[in-house]
Nanobody
Framework: QVQLVESGGGSVQAGGSLRLSCVYS?????????MSWFRQAAGQVRERVAR????????DYADSVKGRFTVSQDTAKNTVYLQMNNLKPEDTAIYYC????????????????WGKGTLVTISS
């Protein structure tokens, strides 16, 4: 069965860095369309922060994280990463990894599988 397991969350001060990992299993990575990182802050709607397309490694980002976050994939380790630099208090949220199998469905309602999330807390 498909599993996505996030790790790497924690508490850091503003300006610091964290690297989140999403280890995937139970499916062939190349047959999926994209992997995405979402986040949800307390009392707010979930938003996509980054996505990477499995077939060519292309990626894109929400404006709020552009230039600070980098998404990457390591198929040898069955892992997708989210490197987060220059963190801000407004980055505090639960971060989720998700996978989409269908071409063109790399957005929240189209994601086929989700991890349980990892908490990131940024203090000022």
């Amino acid at each position: 069965q498909v599993q996505l397991v996030e790790s790497g969350g924690g508490s850091v001060q503003a300006g610091g860095s964290l690297r989140l990992s999403c280890v995937y299993s139970g499916f062939t990575y190349s047959t999926y369309y994209c992997m995405s990182w979402f986040r949800q802050a307390a009392g707010q709607v979930r938003e996509r922060v980054a996505r990477i397309y499995t077939y060519n490694g292309a990626s894109d980002y929400a404006d709020s994280v552009k230039g600070r976050f980098t998404v990457s994939q390591d198929t040898a380790k069955n892992t997708v990463y989210l490197q987060m630099n220059n963190l801000k208090p407004e980055d505090t949220a639960i971060y989720y990894c998700a996978a989409a199998k269908r071409v063109g469905y790399c957005y929240e309602p189209g994601m086929d599988h989700w991890g349980k999330g990892t908490l990131v807390t940024i203090s000022s």
